[in-house]
Structure formats: structure tokens, C-alpha cells
């Protein structure tokens, strides 16, 4: 079962652009919802969870427990935020769940 | 900043050979994990490890993997006899505490190619 969605296997936005990657999950208990970044030639890396509801290099991420979403949005993209991303659920336990991917290119 | 580590880089190996994929967690972690990423698919978790022991597997990690933490720094991947299918991105990851309070830290990867 696909627990974890993520409709768009690439994304282009110009410089100063909104965007949003969008994210569903499949799980009926309590979830735990996370996103990860890998830049070019890096490690993947955690961006941000939802638990601490934080912003972080101005992205944001919203739990909508109607939706079953978990988008990840940021008002202006940067050319910096090119990079692969990764929308991860926890279940009950430390099995994680990602998603395939987004690829996110930022064109200056 | 400390960071975790894995070899080989790249592993190429013969189907049915026995392969060992190595990684360093961060000193002070305590949760040890492996994820594997096959070429164009998602990253898929496999197996967590604490005190010493496997806390969750994955039904992917069948009889043919098996894990080790042999000294106070590294953890390993065993394949006993790999497959063409076992061709893929091999992440090691480890965190203080359990997953869902800490952040999994993710070592650079190890590429395992079967022929």
C-alpha cells in the first residue's frame, strides 16, 4: 500500500516564486510527518518535521489531518532550494515511510 | 560537525557473493538504521537497531540480510548471497534518540551494483 504520496516527480519555478511540494499520506492512527532535502552531491538530510512546527531556510509544512496532507511550501523560491525532496511518514515504532521524491528545480 | 560514515563508496560484486556494507554512526548516537534506494525508486527503510539488537524490520529485510554493531563504532549491512535486485543505494542513518523526537542523521551512501 502506498503510504506515502507524492504526485510530482519534478517541479520548475523561477526565482522568487511560490512553491509548493505536495505530500499525502495513507495512515489512520497519529501521524508523524517529516520532510527531507538532498542537495546535489549531498546527504539526504531532514528539513523539517511536523511536531516542532518550524521554519526552516523558509519553508513550511502543514499537517492536515482532513487532507491527509503534508505540503511543503515556501512564498519565494530561492536557487538554492534546487534539490531533491523527500516527504517521510512514522508510524508507530521507527519504520519510516518516504515518498518517491520531488525533484525541485529553481530557475534563476 | 560530527557526521556518519560508510564504505565502500561503490560495492560491485557477483551475484550470490556475500557482500558487507560498513557504516560509522555518530559517536553518541544510540538508534542505528539501514535504507536502500533502488535506482529511480524511493527510499525504502529496512531494519532499525538499539542496545544492540533489532528493534524493526521491514518486509523487505528477509533472511538474506542480517545486521551487526561488532564493536563500539560500526554497524553493518550483511547481504549472505546477493541478487541482481539487491542493486541499489545502501543509507546508513543513526540518531540520539528514538526517530520520532531526534533527527535521523544520514550517512552519504553506499552503492552496491550486482552482476
Known amino acids: 500500500a502506498q503510504r506515502v504520496t507524492q504526485p510530482e516527480k519534478l517541479l520548475s519555478v523561477f526565482k522568487g516564486a511560490p512553491v509548493e511540494l505536495k505530500c499525502n499520506y495513507s495512515?489512520?492512527?497519529?501521524?508523524?510527518l517529516f520532510w527531507y532535502v538532498q542537495y546535489s552531491r549531498q546527504r539526504l538530510q531532514l528539513l523539517l518535521r511536523h511536531i516542532s512546527r518550524e521554519s526552516i531556510k523558509g519553508f513550511t509544512a502543514d499537517l492536515n489531518k482532513g487532507e491527509t496532507s503534508f505540503h511543503l511550501k515556501k512564498p519565494f523560491a530561492q536557487e538554492e532550494d534546487s534539490a531533491m525532496y523527500y516527504c517521510a511518514l512514522k508510524m508507530t515504532g521507527n519504520q519510516f515511510y518516504f515518498g518517491t521524491g520531488t525533484s525541485l528545480t529553481v530557475i534563476p | 560537525e560530527p557526521e556518519v560514515t560508510q564504505t565502500p563508496s561503490h560495492q560491485v560484486t557477483q551475484m550470490g557473493q556475500e557482500v558487507i556494507l560498513r557504516c560509522v554512526p555518530i559517536?553518541?548516537?544510540?538508534?542505528f538504521y539501514w535504507y536502500r534506494q533502488i535506482l529511480g525508486q524511493k527510499v525504502e527503510f529496512l531494519v532499525s537497531f538499539y542496545n544492540n539488537e533489532i528493534s524493526e524490520k521491514s518486509e523487505i529485510f528477509d533472511d538474506q540480510f542480517s545486521v551487526e554493531r561488532p564493536d563500539g563504532s560500526n554497524f553493518t549491512l550483511k547481504i549472505r548471497s546477493t541478487k541482481l535486485e539487491d542493486s541499489a543505494m545502501y543509507f546508513c542513518a543513526s540518531s540520539e534518540f528514538s526517530s520520532g523526537r531526534d533527527t535521523q542523521y544520514f550517512g552519504p551512501g553506499t552503492r552496491l551494483t550486482v552482476l
Open positions: 559517536s553518541n548516537h544510540l538508534y
Open positions: 495512515y489512520s492512527g497519529s501521524p508523524e
